[in-house]
Structure formats: C-alpha cells, structure tokens
C-alpha cells in the first residue's frame, strides 16, 4: 500500500511542471496570436499573387502556362476571389489541372504540377505552380485508315509521312490536329468531297515517350465532274461562251478546289 502510495506521490511530481517549464509556457501563451489563421474563416482582405515556376521549360510554353491560369486574372463571368485559405487552395488545385492540359497539349505526358500555398511577407499569399516537365513524346506512327475503303484506297495518304511529317516529331496536340485537317483535305480535293474524320485514336507509352497515331477516316463515294450547266434563260451570254471559260473538264475526278 505505501509503495503504491509512493509510486502515484512520484508519478505526481513528474507531470507537474516546473518553475523554468511554467516560465516557458507563459511566454509562449503571450505571443501566440490571439485569433489564429483558419483555412475556412473568411478572410475580409485575402491578396496573393500567383507564380509558375521549373526548370527548361520554353519560352513559349511558360507563356501557355501562364495564360492558362484563372486564379488571380479578371475574366468574364468569373467567379469571385477566394475569401478564405481553403477556398484559396482549392482554386490553385484546379488551376493546376489546367497547367496539366497545357503540358499534355504540349507532348509531355509525364508531366506534373505541384502547387503550394505559401504566406508573404506584409500578410499576403503566394501561390507557386512548380511545373515539371519530364521527357517529351514522339510520334512513332501516324497510320490513316478507310473502313468504307475495304478494296484499298489507291492513291490515298496511308500514313503521315504522305502528309509533310517528318521523323521523330513531338506528339503535340496542334500538330495531330493539322495532319488530321490535311489528309481530310487531301480527300476532298481528289474526289472525295464527302470524306470525314470518323476517329482518332492517340495511344501514348508513356515508359517509352512514343505515340501512336490512327485516324479512321470515312471517304465517301468517289465523285467526277459531269457535264457543265448554263442556266441564263432570257439572257444575252450564250452558254457555249460559259463553258468555254470554265476550266472543269467533264470526266474529270473531283477536285474541290476547281469550284
């Protein structure tokens, strides 16, 4: 009974603090701030100021990157400005799903941002963007298929290197789009004038930073100029006259650019 006694008189003394202990603790309670920062208590004059930041990314890039933010730029039907932390961060989150769409535009898959909240000096926020780049893909093939073509598609681009593309091209998003807008092109001026694209497909291997192109597209029935008709009922321009100024020659496959 006395030990038990003695052992809790011990246990006691060990978890009252002491006199320089009790000093410390009262000078901490004395500059604590009264009313702490919260991420979700509105704050009555939140500024900050945004920033992107990385290593090697181009000029021309960082600017894409830049454009791409919201928080912080006066848009149209805009939302308000953030008037708590938590608001704050989750503004910068969504921006950095933006930056992300830049860097993928841009061929590089295997980036990412990284955002980070930071408090200034004078009680303002900084919003970094950290942007890591990673390795760019390449375009390894770029096929073009006809699936309303099943006896073959003579004369037709089979791949991009019929389109201008060289070897060992990034795989952004502006160059796919302008091989696509290039061999529809090519269609409708040869004959096809009702081609569309009916797919495209961009698989990218992201632990070999090459991508794969395909693009379906429908041609359509392959169409030649017939016969050309003057229709000027009443009036003074023969239509043998016509004719003879027109440069379409009847039999000839369509070419929409002899419109």
């Given at each position: 009974?006395?030990?038990?006694l003695?052992?809790?008189a011990?246990?006691?003394?060990?978890?009252a603090p002491?006199?320089?202990?009790a000093?410390e603790?009262?000078?901490?309670?004395?500059?604590?701030?009264?009313?702490?920062r919260?991420?979700?208590?509105?704050?009555?004059?939140?500024?900050?100021?945004?920033?992107?930041?990385?290593r090697?990314?181009?000029d021309?890039m960082?600017?894409?990157l830049?454009?791409?933010r919201?928080?912080?730029?006066?848009?149209?039907?805009?939302?308000p400005?953030?008037?708590?932390?938590?608001?704050?961060?989750r503004?910068a989150?969504?921006d950095?799903r933006?930056?992300?769409?830049?860097?993928?535009?841009e061929a590089?898959y295997n980036g990412r941002?990284?955002?980070?909240?930071?408090?200034?000096?004078g009680?303002?926020?900084?919003?970094?963007?950290?942007?890591?780049?990673?390795?760019?893909?390449?375009?390894r093939?770029?096929?073009?298929v006809y699936p309303?073509?099943?006896?073959g598609?003579d004369?037709?681009?089979?791949d991009?290197?019929a389109?201008?593309?060289?070897p060992?091209r990034?795989a952004?998003?502006?160059?796919i789009i302008?091989?696509?807008?290039a061999?529809v092109?090519?269609?409708?001026d040869?004959?096809?004038?009702?081609a569309?694209?009916?797919?495209?497909?961009?698989?990218?291997?992201?632990?070999?930073?090459?991508?794969?192109v395909?693009?379906?597209?429908?041609?359509?029935?392959?169409?030649?100029f017939g016969?050309?008709?003057?229709?000027n009922?009443?009036?003074?321009?023969?239509?043998?006259?016509?004719?003879a100024?027109s440069?379409?020659e009847?039999?000839a496959?369509?070419?929409r650019?002899?419109?």
């Amino acid at each position: 009974m006395l030990a038990g006694l003695a052992g809790l008189a011990a246990l006691t003394m060990a978890a009252a603090p002491g006199p320089a202990r009790a000093a410390e603790a009262a000078a901490e309670s004395a500059t604590a701030p009264s009313t702490p920062r919260s991420w979700d208590r509105p704050q009555t004059a939140l500024r900050f100021t945004t920033r992107v930041t990385g290593r090697r990314i181009p000029d021309e890039m960082r600017e894409m990157l830049e454009d791409a933010r919201q928080l912080g730029v006066d848009l149209p039907d805009a939302p308000p400005p953030p008037t708590t932390l938590a608001q704050l961060r989750r503004r910068a989150q969504d921006d950095s799903r933006r930056l992300v769409e830049v860097l993928r535009s841009e061929a590089y898959y295997n980036g990412r941002v990284e955002v980070s909240v930071r408090e200034a000096a004078g009680g303002g926020f900084e919003v970094i963007y950290h942007v890591v780049t990673g390795q760019r893909a390449m375009i390894r093939s770029f096929a073009i298929v006809y699936p309303d073509l099943p006896d073959g598609a003579d004369g037709l681009p089979q791949d991009g290197a019929a389109l201008g593309l060289q070897p060992e091209r990034a795989a952004r998003a502006q160059r796919i789009i302008d091989l696509t807008s290039a061999a529809v092109r090519h269609l409708t001026d040869h004959g096809y004038p009702d081609a569309k694209l009916a797919n495209r497909r961009v698989v990218v291997d992201l632990s070999s930073h090459q991508a794969d192109v395909t693009l379906d597209i429908e041609a359509g029935p392959k169409m030649i100029f017939g016969p050309v008709l003057v229709r000027n009922e009443g009036g003074r321009t023969k239509a043998d006259y016509v004719r003879a100024l027109s440069k379409i020659e009847p039999g000839a496959v369509y070419d929409r650019s002899a419109v």
